[in-house]
Every structure is written in structure tokens, then in C-alpha cells.
């Protein structure tokens, strides 16, 4: 079975522009979180979503914004981007979405603003 | 979200138990233990999870404190493929892992 995905994997923008990143749960998950891991730190969490609806955000600025659609998927937008949102950002899906669900994550996407 | 406190950096050598430990002196009594770990350019990757009872599974072994305030995720035969850097994290009601800086386990040959 195929586990998280999430698209692209790496990806370079300039200051102010915008990125949208794509992520697509394990079949049959119906909560999707996102999270940002800065180089040597552990992952933040930005958001959880589930059955569609945002069910929790993390301490980031309006300029990050999400979405799941029918099918599960997710997208992460990022506007305005500034150098410090360089990182890896990271998909996560679980069955529900109970604190004792294990999270499966993917293999990130890594943005480099320059 | 509660704290928790782990060493910096671990080192075993290959074959050998390894004894991973986790402070969480701020714990609550409906918080979760669990355990991630994060191999070199792959995202994390769910270990075990406990509350208050030892917990074994295919991948570790999770030792729990009577009083809850600190815990120990034990690899029983440390092999290469689990140098990495592992999280421990308390997990409340809420939908969230708060991960620190975990520590970063070296595996040698």
C-alpha cells in the first residue's frame, strides 16, 4: 500500500512569492496534519485537518493557510514567502484524529527561499 | 503542552541493547507517552506509544515510571539502520505532536 505522498519534494522560490504544497493520506485516513521542521530542530506543527475541516492550528502567521478536499488530500499554502520559511515540510496522515492515533508521515517537501 | 527532557546524543555499538531515556516530571494523567524517530532525510516515524503499563512491540519496548515522570524506550539489538534522531513526546486530547530536539542515537559498526 502506498504511504503518504506529498508533491513536490524539493523546490525553490524567491522572496514574496508563493507555494502551494500537495500531500495525499493513506487510503482510508481521514485527518491530514502539516508540520515545518527548520534544519536541526524537530517538527512544528501548522495545522490538522479532519474530515475537511481545520481542527487545529499551530503558532503561524495568517500567510499560511490549508485546505483538504473530498478525496482526503491536503494543500499547504504559503504567501509572501520570507527566507526564513525555508524548511522541510512534512504531511502526516492517521485514521482519526485521537491523540493515541499514530501519525504516519511522508517524506517532506523541502523549500528553499532565496 | 507538558515538557520533556532527553539527552542531546546517544552511542551504542551494533548488537547491543540500547536504553533511550525521557524525563516528563510535568506529565498529566491523560497524557500519552510516544515515541517517533527520524531517520536521515525521511520524516518521522511512529515507534510506540504508552500510558501507563510497559508496552512491547516488534520495533522497541517502552518502560514507564510508576510515577509517570520519566520513561524509557528500549531498541533490544541496535542495528545500523537505527541510527536517528528520536523523539519523545507527551500527547494530551488534543490532536498535536510537540516535538523537541530528541536525541540523536549513533550507531556504531
Known amino acids: 500500500d502506498a504511504g503518504v505522498t506529498q508533491s513536490p519534494t524539493h523546490l525553490i522560490k524567491t522572496r514574496g512569492q508563493h507555494v502551494t504544497l500537495r500531500c495525499s493520506p493513506i487510503s482510508g485516513h481521514k485527518s491530514v496534519s502539516w508540520y515545518q521542521q527548520v534544519l536541526g530542530q524537530g517538527p512544528q506543527f501548522i495545522f490538522q485537518?479532519?474530515?475537511?475541516?481545520?481542527?487545529g492550528r499551530g503558532n503561524f502567521p495568517d500567510r499560511f493557510s490549508a485546505r483538504q478536499f473530498p478525496n482526503y488530500s491536503s494543500e499547504l499554502n504559503v504567501n509572501a514567502l520570507l527566507l526564513g520559511d525555508s524548511a522541510l515540510y512534512l504531511c502526516?496522515?492517521?485514521?482519526?484524529?485521537?491523540?493515541?492515533?499514530?501519525?504516519?508521515f511522508g517524506e517532506g517537501s523541502r523549500l528553499t527561499v532565496l | 503542552d507538558a515538557k520533556t527532557t532527553q539527552p542531546n546524543s546517544m552511542e551504542s555499538n551494533e548488537e547491543e541493547p540500547v536504553h533511550l531515556p525521557c524525563n516528563h516530571s510535568t506529565i498529566s494523567g491523560t497524557d500519552y507517552i510516544h515515541w517517533y524517530r527520524q531517520l536521515p532525510s525521511q520524516g518521522p516515524e511512529y515507534v510506540i506509544h504508552g500510558l501507563t503499563s510497559n508496552v512491547n512491540n516488534r520495533m522497541a519496548s517502552l518502560a514507564i515510571a510508576e510515577d509517570r515522570k520519566s520513561s524509557t524506550l528500549i531498541l533490544h539489538r541496535a542495528t545500523l539502520r537505527d541510527a536517528a534522531v528520536y523523539y519523545c513526546?507527551?500527547?494530551?486530547?488534543?490532536?498535536?505532536?510537540?516535538f523537541g530536539k530528541g536525541t540523536l542515537l549513533t550507531v556504531n559498526p
Open positions: 485537518y479532519y474530515e475537511k475541516e481545520e481542527r
Open positions: 513526546i507527551l500527547r494530551g486530547s488534543n490532536y498535536k505532536l510537540t
Open positions: 502526516a496522515s492517521s485514521l482519526v484524529g485521537q491523540s493515541t492515533g499514530e501519525l504516519f
